[in-house]
């Protein structure tokens, strides 16, 4: 909708590669390439998925979009500026990831996690200004988390656990949210719930949101664009588009079908063949 | 729906000044008050040390000795000006700086078995002593005879260039290891081959020289002089404020490399910087102490425990603190036996705090790098 406007441009990738460098001299008789010269547009305001079956490189793709990976080559633009040229620092106040690892939080509450993802925008004293308290209260609000702020994270079920890392994600105010299968763990209602959450961020903030899954049923309810992950003739490609006409045009089944089971576009699910 | 209808309200950016939630507020004035125990704790212990001994020293001669007053018995005071208070303040650095190091390797490692040896450092500077106290051969000598002798001396700055030359190596093949898992296994090996140069060195040594070597690795606050205070106090004290410089890329570390980089933590630098700290201050320590073990991988627990908090700016100066007065104590108990002699500051580390953190740990229902709950 404000795709138009000269700063939010979102998230585009120039002649991205992706994969892995051989070990020790980084020498490139070993490289692995998983996907070449990709170059995809993320729009402000909306929700972007990435859809591919395990094993795809999903994960590989988002976390060198997320810089958590060096690319093998290419660019990672948010708003016009090369996320892979940025310091940690400044690359932190223009991305914000939610990933799926697991840490020990030991004795961190709720509100402190969230308060943590203001550590981009912090001065040399370190304490947090009134501006940053904002941020750290809206982004609870968002998220309906406020009752979650004062319990300790070791008592956190998943899915408030969930709901304070995207938190900690929106208290960095990016530009773009990147988000690796985020709804793997959740339960049917809930799962459709974050999407939708998810969709009026993007909107409310004009920020671009990616994120990866494997679940192309509940992907495919929430609607918008995909980028998807197909096996091609030597390498793997991602091709982009709405979700509805990558399930009607069987670019799903291509990337989807096994021997065993089948998408079928009409009632949008998977079953045995 | 009814999501979207929510949400929106509360998504518009708000410049509304949202004042300081009353949790975070109470927390920080109970982690202060927490602080001011811990001050009084580690002052008090001090006290009690410098009184305790093989000869009792009553408390008001001590405060007269701290207050620049003349004592009333002048063997009381040289007594406590040469031996109690350097022992008193040996015991402060090298329990503060063990614990704040201990600290710093449990957040980094995401363990919370780490300490403050364990990439290694006491592993080295143990096979540079073990060098001079029982080495023969040429090499052996001229490296005795380049740290400075066999005596005491040269057992500090053998120990110093050990503990500094693991160092150099574990920050060398850091560079090139992505995984700190790695790194610590690297650690843990280097230290198995500094290790097993001092077995080998034991096993042809002449029984005299090798009981000198047991004896440095059983740890002690007792053999420092105020010579030796003017190079270990600054080095630990330097250790120990670069730890409190990294608290708040500490506290992102809890979240685990991955989002701390995504947090913007320049994660190799910290790491760096981290290693560092901790080096300089178990390097100086077990040059002047020996390997004291037990403090670093127990009062971090403790501190947490106390001050019911994971957030490295209370942390660092409550180990501090408590690592201080815990030493304090367990160099009081070593000094027990009176007349009889002293004993080995490991046994009373390990036999008095063993118990204490078991306990402690059974109270409580989980066991983890960022705490104990």
Not at chain 2, 38 to 65: D, H, K, M
């Amino acid at each position: 909708m404000s795709a138009a406007t000269r700063t939010a441009v979102g998230l585009r990738l120039h002649g991205l590669s992706v994969g892995y460098r051989g070990g020790l001299g980084h020498s490139h008789r070993n490289t692995r390439t998983i996907v070449a010269d990709l170059s995809l547009t993320a729009d402000p305001g909306a929700v972007t998925m990435l859809l591919g079956p395990n094993g795809s490189g999903k994960s590989t793709l988002l976390r060198t979009v997320a810089c958590l990976q060096p690319a093998l080559a290419g660019r990672v633009e948010v708003d016009g500026a090369d996320l892979t040229r940025m310091s940690p620092r400044m690359r932190a106040r223009s991305l914000a990831v939610v990933l799926t690892e697991r840490f020990d939080p030991g004795l961190l509450t709720g509100g402190e996690v969230v308060a943590l993802g203001r550590h981009p925008h912090l001065g040399a004293s370190g304490s947090l200004s009134p501006a940053d308290r904002a941020a750290v209260a809206n982004a609870l609000a968002v998220m309906h988390a406020e009752d979650l702020a004062p319990v300790r994270v070791a008592e956190l079920s998943d899915g408030q656990r969930q709901r304070i890392m995207v938190a900690r994600a929106l208290a960095q105010q990016p530009r773009l949210l990147v988000l690796d299968e985020p709804t793997a763990f959740l339960d049917a209602p809930a799962r459709i719930e974050l999407l939708e959450r998810l969709r009026v961020i993007a909107a409310a903030r004009d920020i671009a949101v990616v994120l990866s899954t494997h679940d192309v049923e509940t992907a495919l309810r929430a609607g918008g664009v995909a980028w998807l992950i197909c096996p091609g003739a030597d390498r793997r490609t991602v091709i982009s588009g709405r979700i509805e006409d990558l399930a009607a045009d069987g670019a799903i089944n291509v990337a989807f079908d096994s021997t065993a089971v089948t998408f079928h576009p009409d009632s949008g699910t998977f079953r045995l063949r | 729906m009814t999501v979207r209808r929510a949400v929106p309200a509360a998504v518009a950016p708000t410049a509304l000044d949202v004042p300081a939630p009353h949790t975070i507020a109470r927390r920080s004035r109970r982690a202060a008050v927490i602080l001011g125990a811990l001050l009084v704790l580690a002052v008090g212990t001090a006290l009690l040390a410098a009184c305790v001994g093989s000869v009792g020293v009553p408390l008001a001669e001590t405060l007269r000795v701290l207050t620049g007053q003349p004592t009333l018995d002048p063997q009381m005071g040289v007594l406590l000006t040469d031996i109690r208070l350097p022992r008193v303040a040996t015991a402060a650095v090298a329990g503060a700086g063990l614990a704040v190091a201990g600290l710093v390797m449990q957040t980094l490692f995401s363990n919370p078995l780490a300490d403050p040896y364990i990439l290694g450092v006491s592993s080295g500077a143990g096979l540079g002593v073990a060098v001079v106290t029982i080495g023969s051969g040429s090499a052996a000598s001229a490296f005795a005879a380049a740290v400075g002798g066999s005596g005491r001396l040269g057992v500090v700055g053998a120990a110093a260039v050990g503990a500094g030359a693991v160092l150099a190596l574990v920050l060398l093949l850091g560079r090139w290891v992505r995984s700190v898992v790695a790194l610590l296994i690297i650690g843990v090996m280097i230290g198995a081959v500094a290790g097993a140069g001092v077995s080998l060195l034991l096993a042809f040594a002449d029984p005299a020289r090798a009981q000198k070597f047991v004896l440095w690795g059983l740890g002690s606050v007792a053999g420092t002089d105020w010579p030796d205070l003017v190079l270990l106090a600054p080095v630990v004290l330097a250790g120990i404020v670069l730890a409190g410089t990294l608290s708040r890329s500490l506290n992102v570390l809890l979240l685990g490399e991955r989002y701390a980089e995504s947090m913007g933590v320049a994660v190799r630098r910290v790491r760096g910087l981290a290693i560092t700290a901790t080096a300089l201050i178990a390097g100086a320590v077990t040059a002047f102490c020996g390997p004291i073990a037990f403090l670093g991988i127990a009062v971090p627990h403790l501190a947490r425990l106390a001050l019911g908090s994971s957030d490295h700016r209370v942390l660092v100066p409550g180990c501090a603190l408590l690592g201080a007065a815990v030493c304090q104590l367990c160099a009081v108990v070593a000094q027990l036996p009176g007349q009889d002699g002293v004993l080995p500051l490991n046994v009373t580390t390990a036999v008095i705090g063993a118990p204490v953190v078991v306990a402690v740990l059974l109270r409580s229902r989980r066991l983890s790098a960022g705490a104990v709950t």
